[in-house]
């Protein structure tokens, strides 16, 4: 007689930076586990917490509405479990090193009192647990969470809309404050090596350039030449939405930039998962004192009696604060909803995704791997389509 083993109690951690909606799922795994007499355990600090046993019981009763609430709970870190693993030379040693991890991870679960985990990250947090089923078995599912949304196999991460919200409403305002001075504003916004959010909320708030990662820019070309042209046909300010990724092509470096060399570029500290820290490299900053240091432009702008100032704006951790917009709170749940089930029907290794209106699962090896904005995407025609038209008769 087959005896089914049942999951008496799951443990839950958020790890990589805070996003709206990261509540929401945490709601949405309590309702559906709780519903099945299922204990839920909070794991404090992502993987920092769980490998320090930093852990709390979690009960739905005593977490009312708990999907409307910002951030998360759980607290969160950018702890990488492997980081010294990482750095072994010889391949076959290092995965030999990233075995031994995982498996002294897995065997954790006892320690913490958990039979399986929900990790809710993004590709960073999540590669962590997919090493800990390949390697050892664990009981293990994910959730996609990043802002950035550029995570394969789902259409949209959770917390992505309620920045892009957030981004568009602060180029809104700064709209009027660059319309008001006829001021040029370079707006930065996250996104590392992927666009999403600065095209998106570039084309929602009407920026008037768009840089992004995916596509290399020329100063020169399209930058100088665009402000020249707007202000050709009367414009009298400029909004560049710049993602914190974009970069110049190496013949703009070499031609247009001043104050920045390649080897700026190259010599980026990384973080604690060997991510370049962009944000570092401060483009929206550079490309301020490249256009003020341009007298052409300032002299072409003077003939059509425009103000010649330039500034940026770092909208940084401003876009995750704040409370989930209503789409990311229904889809955190849901998506903590999803996972719940998958743990309860003994399903591992897997991560939940949106896929149209479903929500469905994919390996977590497919799921943690990394999704740019591909150059035939309709979002990239839309973007040259409505910053072209503000430089015409």
Known sequence: MLVLIMVQTVGVLTGGGDCPGLNSVIYGLLLKLSEGGVKVIGIEKGWQGFLENKTRELKVTDLDDLHTIGGTILYTSR???????????DSAERQKKIKATAEYMTSKFEELGIDALCCIGGDDTLGVAEAMYEYAGAKVVGVPKTIDNDLSSTDYTFGFWSAVQLASNSIDNITTTARSHQRIFVVQIM???????????????????????EHKFDLEKEVIQVIKDRARVGRKYHIIACSEGAIPTEESLKRDFKT?????????????????????????DIIVEEISARNDLAEHLKQFDSEFEVRDVVLGHTMRAGTPNSFDRI????????????????VFGKMVCLNGEKIES???????????????SDFIELGRLITKVKYQH
């Open 79 to 89: 702890t990488n479990p492997y980081k010294e693993a990482k750095k072994v030379k």
């Open 362 to 376: 994919v390996s977590l090896s497919e799921g943690a791997k990394k999704k740019t904005i591909p150059l035939d």
């Open 191 to 213: 996104g590392r090596d992927a666009g999403w959010l600065t095209l998106i909320s570039g084309i929602s708030a009407g920026a008037d350039i768009i840089l992004i990662p």
């Open 331 to 346: 889809l955190g749940l849901r998506l903590g909803v999803q996972a719940a089930k998958l743990i309860l029907d003994g």
């Open 260 to 284: 920045i060399k390649k080897e700026a570029l190259d010599q980026l500290p990384k973080d604690n998962f060997g991510n370049p820290l962009l944000a570092k490299l401060n483009m929206a």
